[in-house]
């Protein structure tokens, strides 16, 4: 079975530094991972997604992962955070063979608190 | 505008009470799909469909019902809610590898 750990619930950091939120995936098969962030009383919004093809995948402002098939992570980087980017993260998983995007496993979240 | 629309976006009910929340799409995607989420345990998948008239069970089907009639539509229907079914729902359609989430419906059950 599938499973996804995000290992740290909360993130605290100040503006403008950098970030590094984890996720780490259990499967036996491959898989497509997604992240999606939650702004604070709206619905997820897609950040980006692993497929296929490269192992570093750009997404929205500013945000890239690194899909690791070693050591079954999808870490999500940002070189410097602004306050904006205060919300929750979800890392997520689905089998390969799915249509991607369906049956996704969510992580439990990170909560990224950016603050001046 | 491509959207997910709920209804209604907060309820209080009691115990018992049957309800339904209303999910629809725009995009005419053919995988729809209800989740909950709950603090500390993310989104857990409670119903989806591959297209219209087939439905299966996620992970946490107990004490939900659904239905699609039309590619558009997929209502989540409680038919006797339990205060263990607090919680903020969100109705999602697939395309392309993405999800695509409404803003999600408040819902306490008292």
């Known amino acids: 079975a599938q499973s996804v750990t995000q290992l740290d619930s909360q993130v605290p950091v100040f503006e403008e530094a950098p970030v590094e939120l984890r996720c780490n995936y259990s499967?036996?098969?491959?898989?497509?991972l997604f992240w999606y962030v939650q702004y604070p009383n709206q619905g997820l919004q897609l950040l980006l997604k692993?497929?296929?093809?490269?192992?570093l995948v750009k997404g929205i402002n500013g945000f890239e992962a690194e899909f690791n098939k070693s050591q079954t992570s999808f870490h999500l980087r940002k070189p410097s955070v602004h306050i904006s980017d205060t919300a929750e993260y979800f890392c997520?998983?689905?089998?390969?063979?799915?249509?991607?995007?369906?049956?996704?496993?969510f992580g439990k979240g990170t909560t990224l608190s950016v603050s001046s | 505008e491509a959207q997910v629309t709920q209804n209604p976006r907060y309820l209080i009910t009691v115990t018992g009470k049957k309800l339904t929340v209303t999910c629809s799409q725009n995009?005419?995607?053919?995988?729809m799909s209800w989740y909950r989420q709950d603090p500390g345990l993310g989104l857990r998948q409670i119903y989806y469909?591959?297209?219209?008239?087939?439905?299966d069970k996620g992970d946490v089907p107990e004490g939900y019902k659904v239905s699609r009639k039309e590619k558009r539509n997929f209502p989540l229907i409680l038919e006797s809610p339990s205060p263990n079914q607090t919680s903020l729902y969100f109705c999602?359609?697939?395309?392309?590898?993405?999800?695509?989430f409404g803003e999600g419906s408040r819902l306490t059950v008292l």
């Open positions: 997520a998983v689905t089998f390969a063979h799915n249509q991607a995007g369906t049956a996704l496993i």
């Open positions: 499967s036996s098969v491959s898989v497509y």
């Open positions: 692993y497929l296929s093809g490269s192992t």
């Open positions: 995009m005419n995607h053919e995988y």
């Open positions: 469909s591959m297209n219209v008239e087939v439905t």
């Open positions: 999602a359609s697939v395309s392309g590898g993405e999800l695509f």
